[in-house]
């Protein structure tokens, strides 16, 4: 195979793939063709096309590596060709996502009049998404959601607009739930389309849930064909694989290209030339493949890919400098550079799974060190509150309660997911009973807000058992029937109640709060009535 130089592997190009280019380029010309929408309207007036060309959003599927990105990055140079305004965000593979990440690199290159040009308040609620950490107050979905679906329909009156977003799973939550209200307003006839890529199967993804059925495009991406992997290996690796050897090399990756690129770069690191009838002498299945490549790396490296996945947001800082553009030179990772002056370069993984790997290759204590680094390269308060936790070695109640802050400022954010890992977090840094039963109702409300309702009862139980009998354990006792009614049934949280009342014996204020709870819960007037004309006189100021 002898002397590739490789690319890396972040440069477009595209081989094959021609039904689904088409299928695509169908998709880009009805957003082209289709009427401008009323400035404000709702857009879905306009001539509604027809087929799937009805389609708003195309979402593509199939399983890791078998080339979704590189199809997405295709559509959108074509779109941009085609007179789109791409507006573009890439989620990140970090467990949660921080808060409107999704929703701010989309609007980064909205347009400044457009955005200048909102109702006072829609702007308000979008300034306060997009300085990110520096909430001061709390902002919603819907306002945010109006807002994004204002700057679209204005942006869509000078041409047509694509929203693209690579690993739709994995877009933060808040940001989802802003694109899910914008998108039921955009129809057909409106010239606002959505490009995402999602692993696995299926077509309902949050955000485009809100969507009937016949407007989403779902686009599954299967194994690319013998012609076109030879191609691939030529373009990507510059090697020319002699037929017999391609077959096999396809056989065994399925034809999924990232696996295909993985099995010829062993071989040529070997210097293996497979022979007939014989096993091929590398690791066959794509984990064992991407393991091996994560183990034949210089260790810098290793930490900057370990690092796009171990921080939220990657730029670089804390690590050595120099290693980032090796990184890239070995295609593990991708350097977005800012658009704006003074804005952040984002250094992110070329391939999930690899920064995936790399990081799970982390000895424990290297893994804290690389949060420790990446914990002085960040200015972001949750980012460093969650960094700090993942390098301490021990419980450190500093750190809790910094965690506890950033709870506080995601919930606010509209941020659920987030605050439920900084809670846990939390948690594994608390010592003693008292504290532990506080943040475990603290991570009760957010797995409610996050809606998980199992999960809140779990914790919310556990809070419990960890309080002395008497009037606080009885008011999370109130807690754990009002949250979660639906779950543990209304006779549990009835049952709940009752003791919660008896419990609360000598705390007239909780007894009554316990009665009148009850008596909401079992839907009896009475019982309120009589739980209201015991409960002690309101404190005048
Ligand atoms: N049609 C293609 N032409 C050229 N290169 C391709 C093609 N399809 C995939 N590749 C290359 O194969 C590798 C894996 O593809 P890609 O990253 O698009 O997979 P994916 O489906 O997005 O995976 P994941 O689900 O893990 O994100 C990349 O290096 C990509 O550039
Ligand atoms: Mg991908």
Redesign the pocket.
């Known amino acids: 195979m002898g002397g590739p130089i490789p690319r890396p ?2 440069e477009p ?5 021609d039904a689904e280019r088409a299928l695509l380029s169908g998709f880009l010309d009805a957003g082209i063709s289709t009427r401008v929408p009323a400035a404000g309207g709702t857009g879905d007036s306009g001539v509604v096309p027809a087929g799937h060309a009805g389609a708003v959003a195309a979402i ?1 599927t ?13 559509t959108l140079e074509r779109a941009a060709s085609l007179g789109y305004l791409v507006l573009v965000s890439r989620a990140g593979i970090a467990e949660a996502q921080l808060p409107w990440v999704g929703l701010t690199d989309l609007l980064r290159t909205a347009a400044m009049p457009v955005l200048a040009g909102l109702p006072p308040p829609q702007r308000a609620a979008l300034r306060v998404v997009m300085l990110q950490s520096d909430v001061g107050e709390p902002v919603d979905e819907r306002s945010v959601g109006t807002a994004l679906w204002s700057v679209l329909s204005a942006q869509a009156q000078s041409g047509p607009v694509l929203i693209a977003l ?2 739709l799973p994995y877009v933060d939550a808040a940001s989802a739930g802003a694109l899910r209200f914008a998108l039921r307003r955009m129809g057909p006839g409106s010239r606002v389309r959505l490009i995402a ?1 999602a ?1 696995g199967e299926g077509s309902r993804w949050a955000p485009l849930d809100g969507l009937p059925g016949d407007q989403v495009l779902p686009v599954g ?1 299967g194994p ?1 064909t013998v012609g ?1 992997l030879f ?2 290996l030529a ?2 690796l510059a090697v020319r694989l002699a037929r017999p050897v391609l077959l096999r090399v396809h056989e065994t990756s399925g034809g999924n ?2 696996y295909a ?1 993985e099995l010829a770069r062993a071989l040529d690191r070997l210097e293996i030339v497979p022979r007939p009838g014989v096993p091929l002498p590398v690791p066959t299945s794509l984990d064992g493949l991407v393991a091996e490549r994560v183990r034949s790396l210089p260790p810098d490296v290793l930490q900057i890919a370990a690092a796009t996945a171990a921080a939220w947001r990657f730029t670089g800082a804390g690590l050595e400098p120099g290693a980032v553009e090796r990184a890239v030179l070995a ?1 593990l990772v991708v350097v977005d550079e800012p658009e704006v002056l003074g804005g952040a370069r984002i250094v992110r993984a ?4 690899m920064s995936a790997a790399a990081y799970a290759a982390l000895q424990a204590a290297e893994r804290r060190g690389l949060h420790q680094r990446l914990l002085a390269g960040t200015d972001d308060p949750l980012e460093r509150a969650r960094h700090a936790a993942l390098a301490a070695t021990g419980a450190d109640p500093r750190i809790a309660g910094a965690l506890d802050a950033g709870v506080v400022v995601s919930l606010a954010a509209g941020a659920p997911d987030i605050a439920v890992e900084l809670s846990r977090l939390a948690l594994q840094h608390t010592d003693s009973d008292a504290e532990r039963a506080v943040r475990l109702d603290l991570l009760a409300d957010a797995l409610v807000r996050a809606g998980d309702s199992p999960g809140a009862v779990q914790a919310q139980r556990e809070s419990i058992a960890l309080t002395p009998a008497g009037s606080l354990r009885a008011r999370r006792r109130i807690r754990l029937a009002e949250m979660a009614t639906e779950v543990i049934g209304w006779g549990a949280a009835a049952d709940e109640l009752q003791v919660a009342v008896a419990e609360a014996a000598a705390d007239p204020v909780v007894r009554s709060e316990a009665l009148l709870t009850l008596a909401a819960v079992s839907d009896d007037i009475d019982l309120a009535d009589a739980s209201a004309a015991r409960s002690p006189p309101l404190s005048r100021p």
């Not at 190009?13 to 793939?17: A, F, Q, S, T, Y």
């Not at 979704?68 to 990055?73: D, F, N, S």
């Not at 070329?350 to 799974?353: D, S």
């Open positions: 592997s972040a190009m595209i081989v094959g793939r593509l199939g399983p890791a590596g078998i080339g979704k990105t590189a199809l997405w990055e295709w690579d690993d890529t692993r991406v690319v076109a191609e691939l373009a990507r290209p990232l690129l295609g070329a391939h999930p799974l």
